[in-house]
């Protein structure tokens, strides 16, 4: 069986587009491959953290992984920073990678432009992701475009390693999702949905409240003339929330086109509201009666033991490639 990696860092509470363009195809994901999903908290240190904060989204993200379905029986959910190998790797990794090739990283480049000061750790973190990936000898790596560069670094430098040192370590594919949606902000069609978005009309978040993501897609952009049709140039706003219906429910954008096409938008959006609703409602449920408990706390421990027992291995194998630490001597 293949191996999955992925990892999102908690930096606040996922929208519908994190859970209908990713999340949701993660758990399908775990009934065909081996599934190692995990918090990347040690990520989102690479710029300032509140730390109580940082904590509770830590423990929201991972209620969040479990209340949509994830299987801890066919897939592994970890925090990153309570199993050591990954950073131990990652300084290893850091010690083959070029300071060239980490700054024309387009997030870095992003990041750091028109900042006074920059941490270190916003340049070398590339190293550590791919520490994240090569420690379970992951055969594939679902990520967004956004992502695909660090992937292609990551490849380098474990072909880097196998050619300079011992071969050690998987060369992991990347994979663009095809399927999952790509659900854009309600404010501005044009924008990717970001939970990191000053206006907070702009995304639904996965524990919103009915009330409020009825609010919200009632007052989502979309023009005059009340023609419910899939026309992303020309109409993005209503191909929007056509996008988002059709992934909550399952109907096809062309049935739903057919469905509408006398109705006018305030039906349309009532009835995207209520799809949206009747998705994120039993994983709310599931969320709140994990997200204080003992069972919880349970996972976590089961997750960092079960990826520590693989990462520990891998870790061994490459100090011991690279020399470093002592060749203990077998007893009796």
Not at 56 to 81: C, H, M, P, V, W
Not at 96 to 116: C, H, N, P, V, W
Not at 145 to 168: G, M, P, V, Y
Not at 254 to 268: A, H, P, Q, R, W
Request: hydrophobic share 35%; charged share 25%.
């Amino acid at each position: 069986m293949k191996t999955i990696f992925s990892g999102i860092q908690p930096s606040g509470t996922l929208t519908i587009g994190n859970y209908l363009g990713a999340m949701q195809q993660f758990v399908k994901l775990q009934e065909d491959y081996q599934c190692y999903y995990c918090i990347v908290d040690e990520h989102a240190i690479t710029v300032p953290q509140d730390r109580l904060e940082l904590r509770n989204n830590i423990r929201s993200l991972a209620a969040l992984y479990l209340a949509s379905g994830l299987d801890t029986e066919k897939a592994t959910l970890f925090i990153q920073s309570e199993v050591p190998a990954h950073t131990q790797l990652g300084w290893m990794l850091q010690s083959i990678s070029y300071i060239g090739e980490l700054e024309r990283m387009t997030q870095f480049k992003d990041k750091a432009t028109g900042k006074e000061a920059v941490s270190s750790a916003l340049l070398t973190y590339p190293s550590l992701m791919a520490a994240d990936i090569l420690l379970y000898n992951t055969n594939i790596v679902p990520v967004g475009e956004d992502q695909k560069q660090h992937l292609e670094l990551t490849r380098n430098l474990a072909q880097r390693f196998n050619h300079k040192f011992n071969d050690i370590f998987t060369i992991p594919e990347i994979s663009i999702p095809e399927v999952g949606a790509r659900i854009m902000s309600l404010q501005d069609p044009t924008k990717k949905m970001s939970k990191s978005d000053a206006n907070e009309k702009g995304f639904i978040s996965m524990l919103d409240e009915p009330k409020r993501i009825e609010k919200k897609i009632k007052s989502a952009v979309t023009d005059s003339d009340g023609i419910v049709t899939f026309d992303k140039e020309n109409k993005p706003g209503v191909s929007n929330l056509l996008t988002i219906h059709s992934s909550c429910t399952g109907e096809s954008i062309e049935s739903l086109e057919s469905k509408y096409k006398d109705t006018g938008y305030g039906v349309f959006k009532q009835d995207t509201a209520d799809a949206v609703i009747n998705v994120l409602k039993p994983i709310q449920d599931r969320y709140y009666a994990l997200i204080n408990s003992e069972k919880l706390d349970e996972i976590l421990d089961q997750g960092a033991d079960k990826a520590a027992f693989t990462a520990d291995k891998t870790v061994a194998k490459a100090k011991k490639a690279m020399g470093l630490g002592r060749v203990k001597k077998k007893k009796g």
